[in-house]
């Protein structure tokens, strides 16, 4: 790695630096600060004209430690400049692709935010196998990531909305802390695609009206669920466990599906009781 390089480059250096302090000390008969700056100003070839070596030997340790010395500035520098350019050009190529494969998108869900309950929704979708866009302000969790396609940017901003691929999108998954945000990118969202499916969250009983009428098509208010559901554990353990292990368990035997069943399907417009599903 560039960095490692680097580090061991600058040890070299300061080691250099002490053996020309200590060279200097013992063939010119400087003191400490004289034969310091003598290296230094060797070392980088400033060549002030105030100092230099006088003695036989002197002269002979400067043609040894110049030519060494100008090669490791050189090998720092070059290391430096390797570091800042492979890093801005390896993050470009990394954001290009990921902007191909977003462009590429379709029918796909949008997140928008990268908290708590974001990961939470992120989660359960990649375990579906579902296609996603994640939009967050902060990226930098979100570049250890490997496969999850990404927009940094706010919300809130049409342009990342469509960068994001809003006009494209099935659903979009509201999980911002602040309602506000919520209901305003819910209002933009209808405006650029009045047919995708708008699921967001909710800190404030009120703002559940708000967000209706801004056209969400279900909001969840997390504070409510969460604490129904300590309720619920303390009321009915046994019927929460049950329910949890058919909807979360993914190594049982039995889940629970949704199937859409079309005008034209046999079953449409019948009772369970009346379907004769069993039979099929």
């Known amino acids: 790695m560039n960095i490692r ?12 630096i002490i053996i020309g302090t200590a060279g200097y000390e013992w063939t010119e008969h400087l003191s400490f600060f004289n034969a310091l700056w003598l290296t230094v100003v060797s070392i980088l070839t400033i060549g002030y004209g105030d100092m230099y070596p006088v003695t036989f030997t002197g002269k002979i340790f400067t043609l040894i430690l110049i030519p060494i010395a ?11 400049a390797a570091a800042l350019i ?29 908290g708590r309950v974001g990961k939470q929704v992120i989660s359960q979708l990649e375990k579906e196998g579902k296609p996603l866009v994640v939009i967050e302000k902060n990226s930098q969790e979100l570049e250890n990531t490997s496969n999850l396609l990404y927009i940094t940017g706010d919300a809130t901003d049409d342009d990342v909305l469509i960068s994001a691929g809003i006009k ?19 209002l933009t969202a209808k405006g650029m695609n009045p047919d995708i499916w708008i699921v967001t969250r ?16 279900k909001v969840i208010n997390t504070a409510s669920i969460g604490g129904h559901r300590i309720a619920m554990s303390v009321l009915r353990p046994v019927s929460v466990e049950l ?38």
């Open 5 to 16: 390089k680097i580090l061991i480059a600058g040890l070299m250096f300061i080691l250099m």
């Open 70 to 80: 100008i090669g490791l500035v050189t090998y720092i520098l070059a290391q430096f």
């Open 86 to 114: 492979e890093g801005k050009f390896t993050s470009e190529v990394k954001r290009r692709k990921m902007n191909a494969k977003i462009n590429r998108l379709h029918q796909h869900i949008i997140v928008c935010g990268y």
């Open 168 to 186: 494209r999108a099935d659903c979009l998954v509201l999980a911002l802390p602040k309602d506000s945000d919520n209901v305003f990118i819910t």
């Open 202 to 217: 909710a800190e404030k009983h009120e703002s559940e009206r708000k967000l209706y009428s801004a056209g969400a098509d």
């Open 243 to 280: 329910v949890e292990n058919v909807l979360q368990n993914e190594d049982a035997f039995y889940s629970v599906e949704e199937i859409i069943v079309g005008g034209q399907s046999p079953l449409s417009g019948r009772s369970l009781k009346h379907s004769r599903i069993r039979e099929m």
